[in-house]
T-cell receptor, first 115, second 113 residues
């Protein structure tokens, strides 16, 4: 257990519905990342926060995706009007400034299945 | 474009043997190269990283080698154990300490008893 908590662990939804995932990072970590992973592939970067500021977004993050980290602690990732292509594992990771550069602490992920 | 990739999709080794997992990268500007391990049902777990100005770094039972001439990264695991069975990913950090990680495709390591 890395200390990064994600909820829900599994979500099955119908196409067109909205879903929201929550991530609680390690408490002293000011940096938070969202990644998406499909079967057999490495995680793909979606977005990154430093404290409450969203500093970078991937072009993978269409306008149906929105992420927030309102108080610089937990974060939410919302997908609106879900499509079957959104089915994937959504991973959250965190680290602190000054930590080992390449070391992200990942949660166990939220698996989304869009029917 | 930038990419990080692995040569082989699977690797099967005998318990107790050494394992070598290889990776190619294309972004010469990367500052750090990292190896992650992902067990079934879990998120990726950091193993070891190496800075671009180094060519070798050792950890506990693991060694990472970086060959910038041919843009090649490898992970050596000594005395492979059943608990090493997992999917391994190489990743690069781009230029600058704040950069996101770009992961390659995974390679599955299977340890035979």
């Amino acid at each position: 257990d890395t200390g990064v908590s994600q909820n829900p662990r599994h979500k099955i939804t119908k196409r067109g519905q909205n879903v929201t995932f929550r991530c609680d990072p390690i408490s002293e970590h000011n940096r938070l990342y969202w990644y998406r992973q499909t079967l057999g592939q490495g995680p793909e970067f979606l977005t990154y926060f430093q404290n409450e500021a969203q500093l970078e977004k991937s072009r993978l993050l269409s306008d149906r995706f929105s992420a927030e980290r309102p108080k610089g602690s937990f974060s939410t990732l919302e997908i609106q009007r879900t499509e079957q292509g959104d089915s994937a594992m959504y991973l959250c990771a965190s680290r602190r400034t000054g930590g080992v550069t390449g070391e992200l602490f990942f949660g166990e992920g939220s698996r989304l299945t869009v029917l | 474009g930038e990419s990080v990739g692995l040569h082989l999709p699977t690797l099967s080794v005998q318990e107790g043997d050494n394992s070598i997992i290889n990776c190619a990268y294309s972004n010469s500007a990367s500052d750090y190269f990292i190896w992650y391990k992902q067990e079934s049902g879990k998120g990726p777990q950091f193993i070891i990283d190496i800075r671009s100005n180094m060519d070798k770094r050792q950890g506990q039972r693991v060694t990472v080698l970086l060959n910038k001439t041919v843009k090649h990264l490898s992970l050596q695991i000594a005395a492979t154990q059943p608990g090493d069975s997992a999917v391994y990913f190489c990743a690069e950090n781009g230029a600058g300490a704040n950069s996101k990680l770009t992961f390659g495709k995974g390679i599955t390591l299977s340890v035979r008893p």
